[in-house]
């Protein structure tokens, strides 16, 4: 967890009970008490108004609350112009999300911010072309997030078929295709899959760990053919 973020999260937990020792803080934050003594110090140092003392117990002073999120006018459009991109390329389930995620920043920041959100004129049309799926996109997005092994026919560039089963690294999209970045076991190397040329997909349950040279990480390092592999859906080449 980033420190910013900690500090967050420990106003939040102030807020939650009328006194919050050093030690449940530390227990909740997975740190250890130092760290949490030295956050609040700084905290109060900075104009939170929490009182208390280590050994004691800490309390927010009713009342308090942070201060409005602060954008510039270019990272609103930025944000919105990604959203607006989400919710006509994503599937529903992220679309709904990047929706979500707007009205949530909408609701936090200052009238004057909103309005300007509100009339920023940054389109993304859902009139585009995109090849389609035969599968749930969000299924695939879950299996990459919990590192699970997934399955599938495939019909290379050269018409080629076969059966793969891979470990789900990335997705990336080169309108007017998806392309899945994996592990593949059948060749035990990386290989890039265009989506729509995907059937039978399938979940194994299967979950994969953390291993050197089979990351994405390592996939990245390798990424000089990524583009060119990746348009023209050329996984295969041994094949």
Same mark, same amino acid.
């Given at each position: 967890?980033?420190?910013?973020?900690?500090?967050?999260?420990?106003?939040?937990?102030?807020?939650?009970?009328?006194?919050?020792?050093?030690?449940?803080?530390?227990?909740?934050?997975?740190?250890?008490?130092?760290?949490?003594?030295?956050?609040?110090?700084?905290?109060?140092?900075?104009?939170?108004?929490?009182?208390?003392?280590?050994?004691?117990?800490?309390?927010?002073? /009713?009342?308090?609350?942070?201060?409005?999120?602060?954008?510039?006018?270019?990272?609103?459009?930025?944000?919105?112009?990604? /959203?607006?991109?989400?919710?006509?390329?994503?599937?529903?389930?992220?679309?709904?999300?990047?929706?979500?995620?707007?009205?949530?920043?909408?609701?936090?920041?200052?009238?004057?911010?909103?309005?300007?959100?509100?009339?920023?004129?940054?389109?993304?049309? /859902?009139?585009?072309?995109?090849?389609?799926?035969?599968?749930?996109?969000?299924?695939?997005?879950?299996?990459?997030?919990?590192?699970?092994?997934?399955?599938?026919?495939?019909?290379?560039?050269?018409?080629?078929?076969?059966?793969?089963?891979?470990?789900?690294?990335?997705?990336?999209?080169?309108?007017?295709?998806?392309?899945?970045?994996?592990?593949?076991?059948?060749?035990?190397?990386?290989?890039?899959?265009?989506?729509?040329?995907?059937?039978?997909?399938?979940?194994?349950?299967?979950?994969?760990?953390?291993?050197?040279?089979?990351?994405?990480?390592?996939?990245?390092?390798?990424?000089?053919?990524?583009?060119?592999? /990746?348009?023209?859906?050329?996984?295969?080449?041994?094949?």
């Amino acid at each position: 967890m980033r420190r910013a973020d900690r500090l967050f999260e420990i106003i939040q937990l102030l807020r939650r009970k009328p006194t919050v020792k050093a030690r449940e803080l530390a227990e909740a934050l997975e740190v250890s008490e130092r760290t949490i003594y030295r956050d609040v110090r700084d905290l109060m140092a900075s104009g939170v108004p929490i009182e208390g003392e280590a050994g004691v117990g800490y309390v927010l002073r /009713a009342g308090y609350d942070l201060p409005p999120l602060m954008f510039k006018e270019q990272e609103i459009e930025a944000l919105v112009l990604g /959203a607006r991109i989400v919710e006509s390329w994503a599937d529903k389930e992220l679309a709904a999300a990047a929706t979500d995620a707007i009205a949530k920043i909408e609701a936090v920041i200052p009238d004057q911010l909103r309005s300007y959100m509100a009339q920023t004129a940054l389109l993304a049309p /859902a009139t585009h072309y995109m090849e389609p799926l035969t599968f749930d996109l969000a299924e695939l997005r879950r299996a990459i997030r919990g590192q699970t092994r997934v399955h599938f026919r495939y019909r290379d560039v050269l018409e080629k078929r076969s059966e793969r089963t891979v470990r789900p690294l990335s997705l990336a999209y080169f309108g007017p295709v998806w392309v899945l970045a994996a592990w593949c076991e059948l060749r035990d190397d990386f290989r890039t899959f265009r989506l729509d040329r995907i059937s039978g997909f399938s979940t194994t349950g299967e979950r994969f760990p953390a291993e050197r040279g089979k990351s994405l990480h390592d996939f990245l390092k390798r990424s000089q053919t990524w583009t060119r592999s /990746a348009l023209s859906g050329n996984d295969d080449r041994d094949a």
